[in-house]
């Protein structure tokens, strides 16, 4: 879950979790990397935060491209693995802490952007709730969250059948937590209750990118 924190982290996730998600869950994701800032609109000067990071593809793709950029994770492991990957690159404007997702250690309206990849459908509904909520406590009133995850319903397209084989291997809790999401109208039920509209939406195979924004009133 995402709020578990230090050793009960390192205990829910293996030894080699850290290895798989930099060697070959974020190569997989590249084409999102790409695409987010400039659905985002993201600038360079802007400021952006990348909520459970892992080892911090996305934070530092935004900080390559002149954004300031942080990235959280409650794993202690692949914050450690970002941190790394942002001194090779040279990248004083990324910068990487072990924090939780349900209580985001930052100010109210901080950052420009707050992103959240793949982690959302993994959370129990009440949790989703609450971390949706803390993005947008550490969002500007202008500003924007950059939601990416499975579209409900899933296309009927080949990598959805492989992405229904993921989430029923990855355990009984996991998969409780996918399929209360996708009752729950997924990133679209979230935007309904949490106030937001889609600005700008993006299709990558069976997920969604949204670029949400709060609806005035």
């Known amino acids: 879950m995402i709020n578990r924190g230090g050793w009960s982290v390192m205990v829910a ?3 080699w979790a850290p290895w798989a998600l930099n060697r070959v869950i974020e190569p ?3 084409e999102l990397r790409l695409q987010a800032p400039g659905l985002a609109g993201m600038q360079a000067g802007d400021s952006a935060l990348d909520i459970c990071c892992g080892t911090g593809a996305l934070a530092l793709h935004y900080a390559g491209l002149g954004v300031t950029a942080a990235g959280i994770d409650m794993d202690p492991r692949v914050i450690q693995i970002a941190d790394r990957k942002g001194q090779r690159l040279g990248l004083t404007n990324a910068s990487f802490r072990v924090g939780d ?3 985001l250690p930052f100010e109210d309206g901080f950052f420009d952007f707050a992103s959240i990849s793949m982690s959302l459908h993994e959370t129990e509904s009440a949790e989703r709730d609450i971390i949706v909520s ?3 406590r550490v969002v500007k009133a202008n500003g924007a969250l950059i939601l990416i995850d499975y579209k409900v319903p899933l296309p009927f397209i080949p990598s959805s059948y492989t992405s229904r084989v993921v989430e029923l291997v990855a355990g009984r809790e996991h998969n409780r937590y996918f399929r209360e999401y996708v009752r729950q109208g997924g990133l679209d039920g979230l935007m309904d209750r949490h106030g937001l509209r889609a600005e700008r939406r993006a299709e990558l195979g ?5 670029k949400a924004s709060r609806i005035v009133t």
């Open 13 to 15: 996730n293996p030894w």
């Open 28 to 30: 997989l994701m590249k």
């Open 101 to 103: 997702a349900l209580n």
């Open 134 to 136: 803390e993005m947008k």
């Open 206 to 210: 069976p997920m969604w990118m949204i």
